[in-house]
């Protein structure tokens, strides 16, 4: 069984500050590991991807995510936070070959001017 | 624009009724997904289908939900009886297959939002 937890489901930072989305893990196979971003009324997109290889991921818009396998952690992170980032961020988890997601609970980023 | 589509992008209906939802996957993508998504939470997995064969149910999916790709193109899925319960929003995904054991990314819709009064 697979299962995802987001911590805080709220996360606000001000324009230009780190921002720092955490997500912990659960899983009995090696996990592949995303983050989805959804902006409102629209569909999931995805940010970034963990499979195997580099466990330091770079994604679109500047986001990068740290895959650590004795933390069982997946944070994601970006050196300097837009307006434009302001949505609902997910993280989820699938195993090799699995074809389904488990998502976590989503946190919502707000940025403050 | 060749992404996933949905429709509709709403539905309003009363307890009881029942509603069927479409979704068109990226068109030479084989495999398609149901996901439900609540307020507040993120989306749950409901089903997916491999060509026309619907491979993987949840246990979500009671005996009034039903979802077909009759000949691996577009999907259906319908809500028999509807409750107040159903309100969500309903995703479908796209992908397609690759090499065993490898991910292939799932590329969603803009999701149907159903409203059971």
């Known amino acids: 069984a697979q299962s995802v937890t987001q911590l805080g489901s709220h996360v606000s930072v001000s324009e230009g500050a780190l921002v720092l989305l955490r997500c912990n893990y659960s899983?009995?196979?090696?996990?592949?590991l995303f983050w989805y971003v959804q902006y409102p009324n629209q569909g999931l997109q995805l940010l970034l991807k963990?499979?195997?290889?580099?466990?330091l991921v770079k994604g679109i818009n500047g986001f990068e995510a740290e895959f650590k396998k004795s933390e069982t952690s997946f944070h994601l992170t970006k050196p300097s936070a837009h307006m434009s980032d302001a949505a609902e961020y997910f993280c989820?988890?699938?195993?090799?070959?699995?074809?389904?997601?488990?998502f976590g609970q989503g946190t919502r980023l707000t940025i403050n001017p | 624009d060749t992404g996933v589509s949905q429709d509709p992008r709403h539905k309003i209906t009363k307890r009881g009724q029942n509603v069927t939802f479409r979704c068109d996957p990226i068109?030479?993508?084989?495999?398609l997904y149901w996901y439900r998504q609540t307020l507040g939470q993120g989306p749950e997995f409901l089903t997916y289908?491999?060509?026309?064969?619907?491979?993987?149910k949840s246990r979500l999916l009671s005996d009034r939900f039903s979802a077909e790709r009759p000949k691996g193109s577009f999907s259906t899925l319908e809500i028999q009886r509807t409750e107040q319960g159903d309100s969500a929003m309903y995703l479908c995904?796209?992908?397609?297959?690759?090499?065993?054991?490898?991910?292939?990314?799932?590329?969603f819709g803009p999701g149907t939002r159903l409203t059971v009064l």
């Open positions: 995904a796209s992908s397609l297959d690759g090499p065993r054991g490898s991910y292939n990314e799932q590329f």
């Open positions: 899983s009995s196979v090696p996990p592949y």
């Open positions: 963990y499979t195997t290889g580099a466990t």
């Open positions: 989820a988890v699938s195993g090799p070959g699995a074809q389904k997601l488990v």
């Open positions: 068109s030479e993508h084989n495999r």
């Open positions: 289908f491999q060509n026309e064969a619907q491979l993987e």
